[in-house]
């Protein structure tokens, strides 16, 4: 009880019907959220944890189980299967960015950028920001896009940013 005393006093964020403390590294949190069992699961099966555990800082853009369920039939099962790991490190390495982008910085740097910012994903290949309606969308090299449903989910070792499609890398 003491330590959930202590986090009280956190600003939390509700994901996927848990709190996210910003105590917590993104592993920690991402377990908790009823929304991302999908893609904890495939980071277990990546063997990721470890790294998503470590220092970061890494900025997640984190697809909920419906952004999955929107992927072709049979596509998370496939991705699943021990044989493809490299495959499934490809995908979900493309959703992250090395460093902490909170959207006030990604949102920043799309108005400096005349409408569209690029980063590189920790899989190497780009991801391009742009804002459509106040929000912020994500172009992957695919051209599929994804919008953040919910931003600036502070962690210990970083920020997820909720997404609602999975981003495909070319």
Known sequence: ???????????????GGAAMYPSKNIVENAVNSKDHTTLVAAVK???LVSTLQGEGPFTVF??????FEKL??????????????????????????AGNFSAKNIIDAINKNNGSFTVTTVN??????????????????????STVTIADVNQSNGVIHVVDTVLLPA
């Open 45 to 47: 099966a990546a063997d």
């Open 124 to 145: 190497g290949q780009k991801l391009t920001a742009s804002l459509k309606g106040g929000k912020v969308i994500l172009t992957d090299a695919k051209g599929g896009t």
């Open 1 to 15: 009880m003491e330590g959930d005393k202590m986090m009280n006093d956190e600003k939390t964020v509700m994901v």
């Open 62 to 67: 984190a697809p909920t189980n419906a952004a």
């Open 72 to 97: 072709p039939a049979g596509t998370v099962e496939t991705l699943l299967k021990p044989e493809n790991k490299t495959a499934l490190q490809g995908v979900l390495t493309y959703h992250v960015v």
